[in-house]
């Protein structure tokens, strides 16, 4: 019965099908390094990490040769590229005192809201000067970061 629906020459071509199909597979696993490096040859530009702190907010961490920046996009708002230093020394933290990490990720973010918000304040009413002496006075204290950074969320989300 089902000689009559699948013939002989049906399944050779399946099974040689699926064959060159496991070949590729095995090949392209092999030589995926090779492949990959070729593909990235001659790119000075790659985004390491991309955050969604909201839904109309974004965090990107760029790498550019061998620097690294900080990308802050949000709805309506032109992006901004911050540098990550290596010499950053955080929020507050010592010079003696070991930095890790997230803490220049956190200096990093501070000063792209930072720069975000001085370049916003440009555009600012005059009913509305409190953003800019806000924005200024974030630079020592983390609280003030923290303060700084819920309301301009706010003030995004209500766009």
């Given at each position: ?6 013939g002989t ?8 099908f699926?064959?060159?199909m496991?070949?590729l ?7 995926s390094?090779v ?8 790119k ?12 109309t ?5 760029v790498?550019i ?14 992006p901004r590229?911050?540098p990550?230093?290596?010499g ?10 070991p930095?890790?990490?997230d803490t ?13 918000a001085?370049a ?11 953003k ?28």
């Amino acid at each position: 019965m089902y000689t009559n629906i699948i013939g002989t020459q049906q399944i050779v071509i399946t099974a040689a099908f699926l064959g060159v199909m496991i070949l590729l597979l095995i090949i392209l696993r092999k030589k995926s390094t090779v492949i990959r490096a070729s593909m990235k040859a001659g790119k000075r530009i790659s985004i390491v990490e991309d955050t969604a702190v909201s839904p109309t907010e974004r965090l990107r961490l760029v790498t550019i040769d061998t620097k690294e920046f900080i990308m802050v996009s949000a709805k309506g708002h032109a992006p901004r590229l911050v540098p990550l230093t290596a010499g950053d020394t955080g929020l507050g933290i010592k010079e003696n005192q070991p930095v890790a990490a997230d803490t220049k990720m956190e200096a990093a973010i501070s000063d792209a809201i930072q720069a975000h918000a001085a370049a916003t304040a440009v555009n600012e009413t005059a009913e509305e000067p409190a953003k800019a002496r806000i924005s200024q006075s974030t630079s020592d204290d983390p609280e003030a970061f923290v303060k700084t950074f819920q309301s301009w969320r706010q003030q995004n989300a209500a766009r």
